[in-house]
């Protein structure tokens, strides 16, 4: 089955990292991330930038460089950013706009609207969101005032699933990522999610599964061939992703 891998990241310690929270993760590069695909058909990918990665935009022009064609961008970047540096991103194939909620600056919701729907607007972005369901309604206001946008990790928490529920009816994505951080087991949700809408489930390995409990394995492909059919895996591997990232 060909894949597009809808959430990954790369850590390349020639490139500025901070610590979240005391944590800095393994170095992960582009080699590393080759090595451990070997064994699947990668079509392509969204490589996502990391809370340990802060604002640095120069690790991510050089993998998207490295990467090719096929492979996209999400950028975490400053509410200030310049015009010129958004076009130099989306020259490089960024494609969106993340917004860390977990553990990103609470800071960022006063500006994530405007920013998101301006980037909407100048470059045809989506946003991403790395939030928790049981975080839903606490911003739901904001929510309803966002550009199209996607959630990370199925949402990370069986609390608060309703209203997640109601998000994908309203046409948002949601990444079938991060198996191995979720308080529930992930099919019977995806299940619910794909008869909503079975254009919202975008699947991804999550590597290199940075503070997971359980780190990506081929066990995550198999439980999803396992529950769908054919056609519904060709959605959730590839088919959704690349019409969301518009290739």
Do not use: C
């Amino acid at each position: 089955m060909k894949i597009f891998d809808a959430h990954f990241h790369i850590v390349n310690f020639d490139f500025p990292l901070v610590e979240n929270k005391g944590y800095l993760p393994p170095e992960f590069t582009i080699d590393d991330y080759k090595t451990r695909m070997n064994d699947y058909e990668v079509s392509g990918g969204a490589l996502v930038s990391g809370s340990f990665q802060a604002f640095d935009q120069t690790y991510l022009l050089h993998a998207l460089n490295q990467l090719g064609s096929n492979f996209v961008g999400v950028a975490n970047i400053p509410a200030d950013i310049s015009h010129e540096k958004l076009v130099q991103l989306a020259e490089a194939g960024v494609r969106a706009v993340r917004f860390n909620i977990v553990r990103g600056s609470p800071k960022q919701l006063e500006t994530m609207v405007n920013l998101s729907n301006r980037l909407h607007e100048k470059f045809g972005w989506h946003s991403e969101l790395y939030i928790r369901n049981n975080s839903l309604q606490n911003i739901w206001d904001i929510l309803q005032q966002l550009p199209p946008f996607s959630i990370d990790h199925l949402g990370l928490t069986k609390d608060g699933i309703d209203k997640l529920f109601e998000l994908v009816d309203q046409g948002i994505k949601v990444k079938a990522t991060g198996f191995g951080r979720l308080d529930f087991s992930p099919i019977a949700l995806m299940k619910k999610i794909y008869s909503i809408n079975a254009e919202a489930l975008l699947f991804g390995t999550d590597l290199p599964s940075t503070r997971a409990k359980e780190p990506f394995s081929s066990g995550d492909i198999d439980l999803i061939k396992d529950h769908f059919s054919k056609e519904q895996q060709e959605q959730i591997f590839y088919k959704n992703a690349e019409k969301w990232y518009k290739l």
